[in-house]
């Protein structure tokens, strides 16, 4: 019952679980079997015999050694051989961790490496240093099993493998990333393997192994017929790889042991003298002898010279360990994944440094200087073992095993990324076959599509050239796995949970810097190469993944840093002059059905591109009692205004609230909107409209509420008629349009207020930054230009107020044109003949210097009108706004936005309902008005 065969086919007596496999074996073999016939009660409730006990602690599992042989119940149909046959690959049962990771793992770790190159690297390097390899290796690998262990201690497994860990650990953007990487592995892990089938085959034929060299052309056919053949069984599914796996298990264990029993058994030459220069493997054999052994013990001169050999080597040997990763690619059929799967790659972990070392020594005590040898005697092992065929067997049964599982591999991370969204050119949504699993054709492209990928990269060249880049996948996904978790340790991700005990944030940051040092000196272009690539593919999917219900760990990290940094700025002093941006608060105070106006949809567009880089708040007031009915309306309307952000493309941030007044709600979102210092600075409120429900005396106190605060107001009329195809049709025509600032006080009251000028001087630079600001855009910098149109009281002042003007926009560093308009035509004959002094100036300024207290609070002041001009104190105010208003539609027709300095409202018991039809007057049928309020100036001079 030992014999391979007969463990294949206990193995497929196991899988189904019940009775009908014992019946395949029963019909094949009913003489090995009569006594399992004739018991009437299960062997589990036999008593077994020491043997029995020792043979199922030291190989098997106790659910996968021991055979349910019960009496079939009563009323049970006996099912044919075909029937038990067939339901053998289609059962459901799970595997345990010896079918399900120890052999895959295995059958990938101890294959060609071990036994065509250890006597190479033996040759090149001696034993002292093929042991730091290999103990290197080992702790390479106990980094990547404990990152494993960690992922699959956390949480459910599914089907998906080491991409269905990783992604549903560490988000979708990272999975993908690291999912192309491990594509990338699997592919180049069956061109590998499949390059050694060819090796092999041509070793074993050779007449002259000594004398052998890889010939591409005869490999490649040699390849292509071995995938075609690995291929096929991959297409047949998991059940049967690990049925066929156990049977390929005990063939290379075979021959391993074989190998091992030759080296000790064969007849042995005598030592040759030291003079000797043998160069044909046979007689170099010594046998076990203490003189070989110390020959071998150290590299030849000149053979390890430099450091670069030393890392080549390495990457020959670890070539072999990253089939450790074949373990993990059966998530989804192992049962208890979060203890089997660390249990099962422990294992074989150890079971193949203890092969490699025993190998090792092996080798070294029984030959006679190495180095001597053509190619290292990398066919010694053949050579030596009684039975050639069998290490060709074991050798071939590695490489197809590991060429199914690699194909199995692959096919799965395409189709969990494809149904993942990672891939938009074959999205399930726009081809629905693609993941249906209705017809075969939709159940196995991933296989085909993986076929074809590894038959186009055999031509790669020999396993020596395919063994470092092979090495260095393995080594940078365990890299970039163990830095993915160091990163959930250090957020303090609380989902993160890991159950397995060997695991902390010291193996995760060793398990990040270790394999990073080892690649660099294998190959620096390719590591770097393989960096790239990453964070390309990194940022790719951050871009275009989809979002997904496992959550993403840049979120995470994202929040993590963002709250870091909050924190911080909390601590800072206030924002200065030099460094000031509009952070903006739009208040949207129409109802829900106005959502999709047009007026709302250009100034949603338009506080985008003013933000330039600040905060953008869209707050939205539904007028409404707090209950649950509110709060379900509140979800809605948020929603409404998600997919409106979302459609429009714009960066913004949408809040509700729930009031019974539009004052309340304006109060609750300036006072609450932003997150510690990371407040909107600028109020955009859109113009008054009696469809919402509020009264003219309501708006007024909303504008009397925000002066109480530190905020900008910006006042918005008429953004529907903002055409940006009539700006740009004009810029072909060449015509731009033009960026207006009317520096008129229009809403100035009469009389001396020094407090007013201040205001006004202030938020008359406020237009300039804010035009400025908006033509830090490309679309408006190219398209349009700024004009400043000053007002004066006599026509005569027109050249000395434009030179006023033209030197404070070349001190505040702005371009633009200066245009003055003079109202004399507009007064009456009387104001026209009196004589005074030059009114468009308070004082004659032809140059500004820097204030010589860079810290004062005094804002620097723009050319002014003169306080006591004809304008301000001969005019009523009603008249100055007819007047203005004038010179703003004569002035308007190549204009697209306009800004306008505003005075604050006047204080109760004042009436503020006249103040608002003022300004309704002034602005109505204009073009895309901003009037503009500053409490601070926002231009800075100095350095």
């Known amino acids: 019952i030992f014999s391979p065969g007969l463990f294949l086919l206990h193995s497929l007596s196991m899988d189904t679980g019940s009775r009908q496999g014992v019946d395949v074996l029963r019909g094949l073999s009913t003489a090995g079997y009569e006594h399992i016939k004739d018991t009437e009660t299960p062997v589990h409730d036999q008593e077994m015999g020491p043997e029995m006990i020792s043979i199922n602690s030291g190989i098997f599992d106790d659910n996968e050694l021991l055979l349910p042989c019960s009496p079939p119940l009563p009323g049970h149909r006996k099912k044919s051989g075909w029937e038990a046959f067939v339901e053998i690959f289609t059962s459901n049962a799970q595997l345990g961790w010896i079918r399900g990771v120890y052999v895959p793992a295995c059958i990938g770790i101890i294959g060609p490496t071990l036994f065509l190159r250890m006597a190479y690297v033996l040759a090149k390097a001696g034993l002292l240093l093929t042991l730091t390899m290999i103990l290197l290796i080992a702790l390479i690998s106990y980094l990547l099993i404990s990152g494993i262990s960690a992922i699959v201690t956390n949480g459910k497994m599914r089907a998906g493998g080491p991409y269905f860990l990783i992604s549903r650990t560490l988000g979708a953007e990272l999975g993908g990333a690291i999912g192309v990487l491990l594509i990338f592995e699997h592919v180049v892990a069956c061109v590998y393997y499949l390059a050694t089938v060819s090796e092999v085959l041509f070793l074993a034929n050779s007449s002259d192994p000594d004398q052998y060299t890889f010939v591409p052309s005869s490999a490649e056919i040699v390849s292509t017929v071995f995938l075609s053949m690995c291929a096929v069984f991959a297409l047949l599914g998991v ?107 422990a294992y074989a972990s150890f079971t193949g440094i203890v092969m490699f070392v025993s190998m090792a020594i092996t080798i070294s005590t029984c030959m006679w200087r190495l180095y001597l040898l053509e190619n290292g005697g990398r066919d010694i092992v053949m050579q030596v073992t009684v039975r050639g065929w069998v290490i060709v067997l074991g050798m071939i049964a590695c490489c197809v095993g590991t060429v199914i599982v690699h194909l199995i591999g692959a096919a799965t991370v395409i189709r969990l990324m494809v149904r993942d969204g990672l891939i938009p050119f074959l999205n399930p949504k726009r081809f629905p076959f693609l993941d249906n699993r209705i017809t075969w054709l939709s159940r196995e492209w991933p296989m ?238 859109d113009w008054f409209s009696e469809m919402t429900g509020m009264s003219p005396a309501e708006y007024v106190t909303i504008l009397r509420n925000v002066q109480m605060t530190d905020m900008h107001v910006l006042l918005a009329r008429n953004f529907a008629t903002l055409d940006l195809d009539l700006v740009a049709l004009r810029h072909r025509q060449g015509r731009s349009m033009t960026i207006d600032i009317w520096a008129v006080p229009v809403t100035m009251p009469n009389g001396d207020q020094a407090a007013l000028w201040h205001t006004f001087a202030s938020s008359l630079n406020m237009c300039l930054q804010l035009a400025n600001t908006l033509r830090m855009n490309t679309y408006w910098r190219t398209r349009t230009s700024m004009r400043v149109l000053a007002v004066i009281d006599r026509r005569a002042d027109t050249a000395l107020e434009q030179q006023r003007w033209e030197t404070y926009l070349s001190y505040i560093r702005m371009e633009g044109t200066v245009k003055v308009v003079s109202i004399e035509d507009d007064l009456d004959p009387s104001l026209r003949r009196r004589s005074r002094a030059p009114t468009a100036l308070a004082v004659p300024v032809t140059s500004y210097e820097p204030s010589p207290n860079p810290d004062s609070s005094s804002p620097l002041e723009p050319p002014l009108p003169a306080r006591d001009s004809l304008f301000l104190d001969a005019l009523d105010h009603a008249r100055r706004v007819e007047i203005v208003h004038q010179r703003v539609l004569q002035h308007s027709d190549n204009t697209c936005v306009a800004f306008i300095p505003l005075c604050p409202p006047p204080a109760p018991p004042n009436d503020g309902v006249r103040y608002l039809g003022d300004l309704d007057e002034f602005s109505r049928a204009s073009s895309p008005l901003l009037f503009v309020h500053s409490k601070t100036d926002v231009i800075f001079t100095d350095i």
């Open 239 to 345: 059940r049967l790889y690990s049925l066929l796996a156990v049977a390929l298990f005990f063939i290379k264990m075979s021959a391993v042991a074989i190998a091992l029993v030759s080296f000790l058994s064969t007849p042995a030459n005598p030592v040759p003298p030291p003079s000797s220069t043998c160069t044909v493997s046979m007689d170099c054999f010594t046998g076990p002898h203490a003189a070989s052994f110390l020959s071998n013990l150290y590299p030849h001169n000149g053979a390890m010279d430099s450091f670069n050999n030393f890392v080549d080597l390495f990457s020959i040997v670890f070539a072999a360990f990253s089939g450790l990763s074949c373990g993990a690619n059966l998530t989804g059929d192992v049962r208890e994944a979060g203890r089997n799967i660390p249990r099962g790659m």
């Open 448 to 685: 085909l599509l993986t076929w074809v990928m590894v038959q186009c990269c055999i031509f790669a060249g020999s396993p020596d050239v395919v063994a470092p880049m092979l090495s260095l996948a393995y080594l940078f996904l365990t890299s970039v796995m163990n830095a993915a978790l160091l990163l959930l340790i250090l957020i303090s991700a609380p989902s993160f949970r890991p159950r397995f005990r060997f695991f902390s944030r010291y193996t995760a940051f060793l398990g990040m810097v270790l394999p990073l040092v080892v690649m660099f000196p294998i190959d620096t272009r390719l590591t770097l190469i393989f960096i790239g690539t990453f964070f390309f593919f990194l940022v790719i999917f951050s871009l275009t993944s989809p979002p997904s219900e496992f959550g993403e760990i840049t979120h995470a990290v994202l929040y993590h840093q963002v709250r870091k940094y909050l924190l911080r700025l909390g601590k800072t002093k206030a924002v200065t002059t030099k460094f000031w941006r509009p952070s903006v608060l739009l208040l949207e105070t129409k109802r829900p059905e106005e959502m999709s106006s047009a007026d709302q949809h250009q100034l949603v567009m338009f506080a985008n591109t003013l933000k330039k880089g600040g905060l953008f708040v869209v707050a939205s007031i539904l007028l409404d009692h707090y209950c649950p009915e509110a709060l379900r309306k509140r979800d809605r309307l948020l929603e409404q205004w998600s997919g409106s952000i979302e459609r429009w493309q714009v960066k913004a941030l949408p809040v509700c609230t729930i009031a019974p007044t539009v004052t309340d709600g304006v109060n609750h979102a300036m006072l609450l909107s932003g997150l510690g210092s990371l407040r909107p600075n600028t109020l955009l409120l």
